[in-house]
């Protein structure tokens, strides 16, 4: 995978999926351009919320966190495409749905900090880390090779294909 191809994982959380937007927002990403490779509705254990969130476990907002992400189904997904996280968190927003412009997933759907519909990785590294603690070795398809498929052709120039 090129530097620029690039896979990133999107979790819509219980609030979205409670609220019946998982076919909205899986439906901007296509949209846009980008492929899914891997998708999966979950309930989300304590161990993998605690893992997934260690990065706070020290602010006081962590337990409601840990409650709000495992109160619920998730929607957890792997999306792929030329400069997918960046890409992926310009269509999500900023993280406060009072903040987040219309037209952004949060702007459009949101009206909380905590309970704002979706998580998306925010770097390459967190990318990679996030990958690995919700999807099993297989459980991804596998990474295109050359224009990979249809959609690659009509989405990217031959020179962004490569």
């Known amino acids: 995978m090129s530097a620029l191809h690039e896979r990133t994982l999107v979790i819509i959380k219980p609030d979205g999926v409670a609220r019946g937007l998982t076919g909205e927002i899986l439906a901007r990403f296509e ?20 893992k997934h969130y260690a990065e706070h476990s020290a602010k006081p907002f962590f337990g409601s966190l840990l409650s709000f992400i495992t109160g619920g189904p998730a929607t957890v997904m792997c999306l792929e495409g030329n400069g997918a996280i960046g890409v ?6 900023p993280t406060s749905g009072l903040k987040a412009p ?25 990318s990679s880390r996030e990958l690995a603690l919700w ?26 294909r490569k």
């Open 31 to 50: 949209k846009k351009g980008l492929s899914i490779v891997g998708l999966k509705i979950v309930n989300v254990d304590k161990a993998t919320a605690e």
């Open 88 to 93: 992926v968190r310009g269509l999500v927003g």
């Open 102 to 126: 219309g037209g952004t997933i949060r702007g459009d759907f949101a009206l909380s900090g905590q309970n704002n519909l979706i998580h998306a990785s925010d770097s390459p590294e967190s």
């Open 135 to 160: 999807f099993k070795d297989g459980e991804l398809l596998p990474v295109a090779k050359g224009s990979g498929s249809a959609l690659r052709d009509w989405v990217y120039s031959a020179e962004e």
